[in-house]
């Protein structure tokens, strides 16, 4: 019989963390999750969970002593929320990256990012250039396994209002049909069906070693398994 897995899942409180937390504390397959919140888990509650605060700048000494498997990291913000380009960055590629390397501290061999469609570190616009950036640099820091998630605009219900995201979820019905060929992989995506990807891909034989970039449809399938 295959030991239980540990997990640990940055953005634990957001629309797919949450999600995810809550699968992975009823999978069978993982025996603990260790869960970075910033505020408390609503509606969740298992002898597998353990909490912990937030804090990115002391990830490593929160994680020391911890045997971790698998680390999911489904933490962002936007420019709005973040209130300036450079704090923005501050969480979008420091602070996951401060996580990474915590986790592959603490033995992750499987890293399972959330990215966005468009991330290239020589994009010129500024947010696809930072979503490039660290996956660039989570590249760098050598997992046994990488799995990189690029959704297009994110459809559920956030503890926090994005007006942006609640009208194009009001016009979702109208343009995922029209978008085909490359604007297939900009349809818009259920942060639930990001988290059952995300689960997926961590426990699929097929997919272990090597980085794995997945969009649109990937997640879709894998979100079925």
């Not at 401060?98 to 990012?113: I, T």
Request: with cysteine.
């Amino acid at each position: 019989m295959t030991e239980a897995r540990t997990a640990a899942v940055a953005g634990a409180t957001g629309l797919i963390g949450a999600h995810l937390v809550r699968m992975l504390v009823a999978d069978p397959a993982y025996g603990k999750v260790i869960a970075f919140s910033r505020r408390p888990l609503e509606g969740i509650s298992s002898p597998k969970l353990q909490t912990m605060e937030a804090d990115f700048e002391k990830a490593e000494e929160n994680l020391r002593g911890a045997q971790l498997d698998d680390a999911f990291c489904a933490l962002g913000t936007t420019i709005k929320q973040a209130g300036s380009q450079d704090a923005f960055r501050k969480v979008d590629h420091d602070y996951i990256l401060a996580f990474a390397r915590a986790a592959k501290a603490a033995g992750a061999k499987r890293f399972l990012l959330v990215s966005a469609m468009g991330a290239s570190a020589s994009s010129s616009i500024f947010y696809s250039r930072v979503k490039g950036e660290t996956e660039r640099d989570i590249r760098a820091l050598g997992f046994e396994t990488l799995h990189i998630f690029r959704p297009g605009l994110l459809l559920g219900e956030r503890a926090e209002k994005r007006s942006g995201e609640e009208i194009g979820a009001a016009l979702t019905p109208f343009l995922n049909p029209l978008m085909i060929g490359p604007l297939r992989d900009y349809r818009s995506i259920r942060g639930e069906a990001v988290a059952g990807a995300m689960r997926g891909a961590a426990l699929s034989p097929a997919l272990e070693r090597g980085a794995h970039i997945h969009t649109h449809d990937a997640m879709m399938h894998l979100a079925s398994i």
